[in-house]
Nanobody
Framework: VQLQASGGGLVQTGGSLRLSCAFS????????VGWFRQGPRKEREFVAS????????RYADSVKGRFTISRDIPENTMYLQMNDLKPEDTAVYYC??????????????WGQGTLVTVSS
């Protein structure tokens, strides 16, 4: 399995971006997928996930109501729509996939990261 993230960039406060992550491998529908981020001088933190078995989505409190995770199974692609961006959303964003339900932070596969910078 390989993951390729894209879509990062520079945006002003209040703006929007959509991140994409292409999944290369078999049975994309049978993977839990997630987005994480790591800001400057911060630990990596959870952003959002879709659990393939529970069929549930989860969000960090800091992004609820602003970010939406989704995926297109025929296209083997996952997305993170980010609206009303704030300077504190500045980070490298990573996509991840795992064949387990509820992997927590223990995802088997990670993308290379895409940088999102929100200017004030």
């Amino acid at each position: 399995v390989q993951l390729q993230a894209s879509g990062g960039g520079l945006v002003q406060t209040g703006g929007s971006l959509r991140l994409s992550c292409a999944f290369s491998g078999r049975s994309f529908a049978l993977y839990t997928v997630g987005w994480f981020r790591q800001g400057p001088r911060k630990e990596r933190e959870f952003v959002a996930s879709i659990d393939y078995r529970l069929r549930t989505t989860r969000y960090a409190d800091s992004v609820k109501g602003r970010f939406t995770i989704s995926r297109d199974i025929p296209e083997n692609t996952m997305y993170l729509q980010m609206n009303d961006l704030k300077p504190e959303d500045t980070a490298v964003y990573y996509c991840a996939a795992d064949p387990k339900s509820r992997p927590g932070y223990d995802y088997d596969y990670w993308g290379q990261g895409t940088l999102v910078t929100v200017s004030s």
